[in-house]
């Protein structure tokens, strides 16, 4: 669950607001006022850091880095919950198990884990602290923006992110695609795959 509204600490920097609580923390480019568009980000090591090819998280969080720095404003959260919340040592495992031929969800599941075990009261608090309560979500995921709203956040938008489709990730963004009910990359991944079914149409009858 997320840390106590009082173990969050505010620091300004001019323009620069940032938030800290113990694990997770908020940068807020700009100003805080109007529509802010938000990214929130886990914390993904060998995503982010070591630049896993197994996900797309590396190159979400770059992108919404270079999207907030166009529009002149918006607040990314970095949220210390690798692997969906389970940690980065059973993260380790559960990629194990994934070359093994379980998908992400059952992987995290075959490890006693939730299928998802994030929680953004943090996110929310984090938010309410930098006098941020209406903001424009970029994300795919429809369970992020849920719990914001339950938290006290209003989702004004829910703008899609950038689809980062490899060979490699293919599988995986299907997956959340499929069992995360992330509906906005489904249509995007549909969309990509519909010019390649026009080009490859079903094979005729076979010659007699």
Not at 38 to 60: F, I, M, W
Not at 171 to 187: C, M, N, P, V
């Amino acid at each position: 669950m997320g840390e106590r509204a009082e173990d969050v600490a505010i620091v300004g920097i001019g323009a620069l607001g940032v938030v800290v609580n113990l694990a997770s923390a908020s940068l807020l480019h700009g100003h805080a006022h109007g529509n802010l568009n938000v990214r929130g980000a886990y914390l993904h090591v060998l995503g982010d850091l070591l630049g896993s090819l197994k996900c797309d998280c590396g190159e979400q969080l770059r992108g919404a880095i270079r999207q907030i720095g166009r529009e002149g404003a918006g607040v990314l959260l970095y949220l210390a919950q690798e692997g969906r919340g389970i940690g980065l040592y059973d993260k380790n495992d559960a990629y194990a198990l994934q070359d093994r031929g379980l998908d992400t969800y059952d992987a995290n599941l075959a490890l006693g884990h939730l299928a998802d075990e994030r929680d953004y009261t943090s996110a929310a608090q984090m938010l309410h602290a930098l006098g941020v309560s209406r903001i424009g979500l970029l994300s795919n995921n429809p369970d992020k923006g849920a719990q914001l709203a339950r938290l006290g956040i209003t989702i004004a938008s829910q703008v899609p992110t950038a689809l980062h489709l490899t060979k490699t990730n293919a599988a995986y963004l299907a997956t959340k695609a499929r069992r995360g009910g992330h509906d906005l990359l489904r249509r995007r991944l549909e969309r990509v795959a519909e010019p390649q079914r026009r080009a490859d149409p079903l094979p005729g009858p076979p010659a007699s």
